[in-house]
Structures are given as C-alpha cells and as structure tokens.
C-alpha cells in the first residue's frame, strides 16, 4: 500500500466517528423582506401562553441568525416582527436551517432551505390557511340565506361535507410522515370522532340513555388523537386546549368522578417524565384555581397522589413541606367530611357544642363585627334566619376577632338570636379545621355533621338545601 493510501485512511479513520457524530447546538438563519435594519422576537408556546426566548437584529438585507451551543427544546416556535405579524416555524430535531420571506406575505412566499420538516409545514398551512376561508364563506353565505329554507339546507350540507374534507386532509397529512413533529402536532388537532347510538324506541328515558352514552363515549375517546406520552406537544397551543376542555367540559365536575379520572390520564405521560411532570403541575393549578365547591378535596389528592408520594421529582424539601400543610389544613373540612365539633361560651355565658344543635341543617358561620363584607353578609344571614320557615337549619357563628366588647355590641344591636360562639384564643383550633383564611365564611352542616356545602354566599343557601334536598329523596 502507498504511503499516500496509508494516510488517507488514517485521516479516514479519525474523520469518520465526527461525521457521525450530530452536531450540537442550533443555527438558525432568517431572511425577511421588508424587515431591514429593525429585529426579531424568538418565542415559543407553552400552555395557553406564549414565552420570549430571545431578540435578534436584521441586517440592512433583512437577514438575522440565531444560533447556540446547546440544542432548543423541540415544539412550535414563533417569530415575532414589530408590527405584531408574526409566524410559526417547527424545532425538531433538524436545527441548522435557513427560512426567507416577505413581511406582506409571510406563508405565501416562505421558503426553507434545510428542513424537511418545516418545508411540509409551510405546504400544510398555506392549504389549511385556504380551507378554512372557503369555510368562512360556506358560512358566511349560510348567514346571508337564513331566510331561504332550500338554501339553508343546501349550504349546511355543503359545509358539513367540507369540514369532512378538512378532517380527510389532516388525516392524510398526519399520516404521510409518522414519529414526525408535524404528523404529532396536526394529529392532535383532529377533532373526536362522532358516533351514533341506536336506541331501542321503547327504552326508558331515551333521551337520558343517549346523553349517558355519549358522555361515556366522550370520556373514553377524547384523547384518541392526541398522544400524551409526547412531551413535543407541551410547546404547542394545542395541548393545553384539550386538557382544558377534558378536564372542565367534558368531565363531570363531581370530585369522585374526576378523583376517578385523573390517574388514568396522568398514566398516559409516565412513559416521558417531562410530559408527567407537565401533566401534574397542569392538574394542581387546573383544581387549585377552581371556584367550583369541592374541587379542594381534587387538589388534596392530587397532592397526597403526585407531591407528597415523591413522584414529583422536580419539587424542592421546601415545597414540599409547604404543599403537606396545605393538604393538612384542607383534609379536616372537605365536602363529604364530619365537621370538627366546636364547643364554645356564647353570647348569653353558657357553652355551647356544634354537635349539640339537632336542626336538619346548620349553618356554620364565621365573621368579624368590622369586617367590610361581613356588614354585607350578616344582616342578609339573620334576614335568611327570621324567615326560615321552610328549611329547618340553625346558624353557630363563630366571631373571629379579640374585641368582646365590640363583638357583644353588634350582636346587641342587631339582634342576632342564633348561637354566637365566642373563642377569642382559638382554643379550639377552628382556624386549623375550617381553614379560616378569610371572613365571611359559611359551611353548610348536615344533621350528622357531616360538610355539605362550604364557601357558599348567603344568597345561595336556599335553592343549595332545596336542591340538596331532592337528592335525599
């Protein structure tokens, strides 16, 4: 062998393994006609928001790079010009690409040099861009004929073919390149599948039977579309609409029913820890920001299930100490829950229990003499308690501040003839149990004691007993 050969194949040799090897990092160049001299905004989307990453400047050709040494998380990415226009571009696992456009027609002359991936995306949009205006003009029409009863009918079979052809297409372009971003991403945005039921003219109550049906169906396929064991999907508008939707439309808002539901959704993402943890950060604050009574005792769960069993890695000694007695001072007063007897000295010098009242109903109540709300919700409770004929309850309220004096005035002065508890050093830690954060603040009581209603306004209180009511029955 020649001396020449020899060397070639030892430079061959050591040349090979960095060919092989990926390149690290991301380049990304971006020409925009129309945005000389001026800059360019990098985001991306997460959740329902949409986050900057960077800021680049243009050259006088309108020519910017973006480039890094570590590789960017992949998802749907923005590019934001001055003016607000703006445009999506694809970050998969291709990052050294070049895009070029106009500013006055950013999709239609978009070109992409580098990315098969992006080059399939801007021939998606620009034909998902011309689907959807042809819809708004079936629908636009629809609108104009509504006083035509043939046309009508006519336009709303046209539109219903249509957005039959629109799901074709996403179909198709889902599945002309499997594993890919592009194919995750217009999958996802698929909407279910409708199905049809058959109900046996003599069934009873059809019309309920079709309505469980449904839901039972739209429960169990919601998610046919979208994989959740993805984390590529967590930067995209589209995941946190389907889990919004799953999670406060198409659920029942009933603590079990979603208690039921949760784990089985959340198993979905254990496969991709960044999904998972999404997945459960999602659910905390979906339920820990919900005004719908009892969805306390979700947010618990999700606490006891994900936080505190150690499956939240990512959570310091700190946050999880502070979550542990959240969920402790929720646990005593969630719905469903015997309330904590309470045995205070009142008004008239004589201790009374909250176990003590034999009323169908009580009216836990907890306030404050100076409390600007309170000055509200008081006078309508005793107006609601002289006039309680119809639903036997009484009411055990519970002063929450030091000042006898002015707590024995006010009672005085108007009149209030229910129990007035009086525990000025909290002995009997009803803060703790009741989670008293705030005044006015009212539970609702059973006859066992049991915790049916809580955070309810005085204005509630009716229809909630008459309506509970009915369920006894």
């Known amino acids: 062998m020649k001396i020449t050969k020899i060397l070639f194949s030892i430079i061959a040799i050591f040349l090979l393994p960095a060919m092989m090897v990926k390149a690290q990092g991301f380049k990304l160049e971006i020409t925009i006609e129309g945005n000389e001299d001026s800059i360019l905004t990098i985001g991306y989307h997460l959740g329902d928001k949409q986050y900057i990453k960077d800021t680049i400047t243009t050259d006088s050709e309108g020519y910017g790079i973006y480039e890094g040494e570590e590789m960017l998380d992949q998802g749907l990415y923005i590019i934001l010009l001055p003016d607000n226009r703006y445009f999506d571009i694809i970050i998969d696992d291709d990052q050294f690409f070049s895009i070029s456009c106009s500013k006055d027609d950013i999709v239609g002359t978009m070109k992409v040099d580098g990315s098969e991936e992006n080059t399939s995306f801007i021939q998606y949009q620009r ?74 003219p003599d069934s009873h109550n059809p019309d309920s039977l079709r309505w469980i049906m449904q ?67 999602f659910l905390f604050n979906q339920f820990r920001e919900s005004q719908i009574m009892g969805h306390d005792g979700v947010v618990v769960k999700i606490i006891d299930d994900y936080y505190l069993s150690g499956k939240a890695y990512w959570i310091s000694d700190e946050t999880y100490k502070s979550l542990e007695e959240d969920a402790e001072r929720l646990r005593p007063n969630l719905i469903g829950k015997k309330a904590v007897n309470l045995v205070m000295n009142t008004y008239e010098g004589i201790p009374r229990s909250l176990y003590d009242v034999k009323n169908e109903y009580t009216i836990l109540y907890f306030w404050e003499p100076n409390c600007g709300h309170c000055k509200t919700t008081t006078p309508k409770l005793k107006e609601l308690y002289d006039n309680r004929s119809a639903n036997d309850f009484e009411v055990f309220s519970v002063c929450t501040q030091g000042s006898k004096e002015e707590w024995e005035q006010y009672i005085a002065e108007h009149e209030l003839n229910w129990i007035n508890g009086w525990d000025p050093t909290r002995s009997t830690h009803y803060d703790f149990f009741y989670n008293v954060n705030a005044t006015p603040l009212i539970y609702i009581l059973d006859r066992d004691k049991n915790i049916i209603a809580k955070k309810i306004s005085v204005e509630m209180i009716e229809d909630f007993i008459s309506n509970y009511k009915k369920t006894k029955h």
Not at 151 to 160: F, P, V, W
Not at 178 to 197: C, D, H, K, T, Y
Not at 230 to 242: F, H, N
């Open 215 to 281: 839901y039972n169906y739209n429960v169990k396929h919601f998610f046919d579309n979208v994989d959740l064991s993805d984390s590529r999907l967590i930067r995209t508008p589209v995941l946190y609409g389907r889990l919004k939707t799953y999670f406060s439309r198409i659920l029942i808002q009933h603590p079990d029913t979603l208690i039921r539901h949760i784990p089985e959704i959340v198993s979905l993402t254990e496969a991709d820890s960044t999904m998972f943890r999404y997945m459960v950060v």
């Open 127 to 200: 034909k998902w861009i011309g689907m959807q205006e042809h819809s708004r003009n079936l629908k636009t029409r629809l609108e104009q004929n509504k006083s035509s009863q043939d046309s009508t009918a006519i336009l709303q079979e046209m539109i219903t073919d249509y957005e039959k052809t629109m799901v074709e297409f996403l179909k198709e372009t889902a599945d002309s390149k499997p594993g890919s971003f592009l194919s995750l991403l217009v999958r996802a945005l698929i909407p279910m599948e409708q199905a049809e039921f058959n109900i046996a």
